[in-house]
């Protein structure tokens, strides 16, 4: 039976890219903002494009953080893309405004220190070791289009445990050093757009499936 995978719809501008690259590896992908659809999919992508606080509102506005933690909560993937996966973060301080984030990792949303923004084009990553989601594409390039990220390490803030593994960082470059990907159990995030990452991309999105 074919895995399931439903792109949040909650007023996060044109994610239908996302949807048409999950159909073209042949998975079941739908645009939708029905709670229980998104509760009971294989696999939930959370979008994201604008700014930290928007996305932020209109998220609650739709139960999406209720939505995160009920699934993170039962093991079920979910997979959050750009400003998706700052928002997984505590807080963002973006145009003057400080807003709390979903808090699902330790970590704050800033404004990157570069010459040029926004971060525009394609980069290389360095990435995590024992990384499923970069699995066979690990010096491949990946397509970013931001002007924010988290750029402090959170590592210090886990805890080790011999029953938890920790979270798998993986770092881009733009001006200085920013998370690129987190994965962590059930909640993996890409900072940039795998879904206009080209075969890259396409992979990356098979290999988070395979977690589902």
């Not at 590592?155 to 938890?164: E, G, L, P, W």
Request: glycine fraction near 12%.
């Amino acid at each position: 039976m074919s895995k399931k995978v439903a792109v949040f719809d909650y007023g996060s501008g044109n994610v239908r890219s996302a949807v048409n690259a999950f159909r073209r590896l042949g998975i079941d992908a739908n645009l939708t903002s029905d709670f229980s659809t998104c509760l009971e999919a294989d696999g939930l992508l959370v979008p994201g494009v604008g700014a930290f606080a928007a996305v932020m509102k209109d998220l609650r506005a739709r139960r999406g953080d209720t939505l995160i933690d009920r699934r993170l909560a039962g093991g079920r993937p979910v997979l959050g893309i750009c400003v998706g996966m700052q928002v997984m973060f505590e807080r963002g301080l973006e145009h003057g405004e400080d807003t709390p984030g979903m808090g699902e990792w330790p970590g704050t949303v800033e404004k990157l220190r570069a010459p040029i923004l926004p971060h525009m084009g394609w980069s290389k990553i360095q990435v995590g070791a024992d990384s499923q989601l970069f699995s066979g594409i690990e010096d491949e390039y990946f397509y970013f289009v931001h002007s924010y990220g988290v750029t402090a390490d959170p590592t210090k803030h886990y805890r080790q445990s011999a029953r938890m593994k920790p979270p798998i960082f993986s770092w881009g470059t733009h001006g200085q050093r920013f998370l690129a990907a987190v994965e962590n159990g059930p909640l993996s995030a890409t900072q940039f757009h795998p879904e206009k990452s080209g075969d890259a991309g396409m992979e990356l999105l098979r290999n988070w499936i395979q977690t589902c």
